[in-house]
């Protein structure tokens, strides 16, 4: 027999029995939230505003402040920075890339002058990773220009490739900006980390503020080291219960976009706690914190523990400080998700809101299968896929691109052994399915590219893809149907032809 308060939220949206959604998802609810939740017919169930389990604060404050906050407060040199406040925020790290470091650079020169110096070489990374393998000579120029002004400013982290013939031969050249900021060590708890990208918001993993700006901004900081930004207010995202064995971090994010929509969190911080984020490892606290701009968040994060430091023990020798929401911090709303009632999503064309289980898209016939990106291109990821293909012992039924997002994840699939495989590597696991060769580490064809990109959609096909973006024409063609799903989805829909369960070859 159904709960009074289930009852009760039952009638208020209208859902019927055997909805869609089961009962895992529980919001401090508004008026505007109900009409949403209606519309969509997704079963909510009310829940106390407050976990149990508070991040701890660090030391005695004047004035209850989130991680958000207290980062900010640091940065500024305030003391209790407001939500809606505009406050000048002292940069730790600047991040620029090949689409936008060339605009970048001509908006310093021409602000600064032709002559002037970046405010500190240390603390500027350049990271050439978006349209890297392909004879566009525009592409290839802007390279060129990053290596160009590094030279010219002897900037200490400039991870240059020269030869496109054979990325090792790079030994400089890492891949995909997010993961190899990362892996290279310029993820610090308590920092501020800007980057000429959306998906900056990625480090928010390591408990620090990190977003994406403009090329003005970023010229600007590039000769101050300083920004003025927004304090943004924050919503609270409490995970908690056993993470099932066929979830990964992409279906906890896409059922919160779906919850909230590609508007939710507009300009407000996601901060993302509980007992299943605790138990997440790093590179899975980034897929959550990817795709927060996804729902128009300023930034994600996730507070920092024993799971961050470990993973930074071989990273970075700097001095860095960690911060952590108060007990009676302000959280704008709280949302309370059971993890252990979530099923395997995706998202469908053409918005990442656009949740449906993944077996309830059961019929849709794909052409191809894209693995790859900052958010689905890392070790684990490929991992996840390996443990799908190596279960069912079949081989794929589409093309199924594999693009690992750095040198060092390239590395991992050819030489880290997958649990459980009788000593096979990702990269055997993957010949044996079937797949295509691992091609060299790049963003690919999460964002279309040139016409010779790897993998981009040449053609109106229907691919499902463990990128971050389904927009028409995102990974190509325009006619293009793009479904999101984690690695476990998209090596299971390899191997039906079909979107499909991982269930079905997981349990």
Sequence with gaps: MASPLMASCSSIFGAKS??????????????????????????????????????????????AMTMTEKILARAS?????????????????????????????????????????????????????HYIFTSDERANRNVDILRDFCLEQNIKYFYDIKDLGDFRANPDYKGVCHIALAQEGHCRPGEVLLGTDSHTCTAGAFGQFATGIGNTDAGFVMGTGKILLKVPPTLRFILDGEMPNYLLAKDLILQIIGEITVAGATYKSMEFVGSTIEGLNMEERMTLCNMVVEAGGKNGVVPADETTFKYLEDKTSKNFEPVYSDDNARFIQEYRIDVSKLEPLVAKPHSPDNRALARECKDVKIDRVYIGSCTGGKTEDFFA??????????????PTFLVPATQKVWMDIYSLLVPGSG???????????????PASPSCGACLGGPHDTYARMNEPQVCVSTTNRNFPGRMGHRE???YLASPYTAAASALTGYVADPRDFLL
């Design 480 to 482: 293009g149907q793009i």
């Design 423 to 437: 000593g096979k590597t990702c990269s055997q696991i993957f010949e044996e399915a079937g797949c295509d060769v």
């Design 385 to 398: 896929a390996a443990k799908v293909f190596l279960a069912s012992g079949k081989k794929v039924k589409v």
């Design 77 to 129: 040199e305030k003391s209790h920075p407001e939500p809606g406040e505009n406050i000048w925020v002292n940069v730790d790290v600047l991040m620029t890339h090949d689409i936008c470091g060339p605009g970048t650079i001509g908006i310093f020169k021409k602000e600064f002058g032709q002559n002037a110096k970046v405010w500190d070489r240390e603390k500027i990374v350049i990271i050439p990773d």
């Design 18 to 63: 055997g909805s869609s959604f089961a009962s895992c998802f529980s919001p401090s609810i508004r008026a505007h939230s109900l009409r949403k939740h209606a519309l969509n017919k997704v079963l909510a169930v009310m829940a106390p505003a407050r976990s149990p389990r508070s991040p701890s604060s660090t030391g005695s404050v004047k004035h």
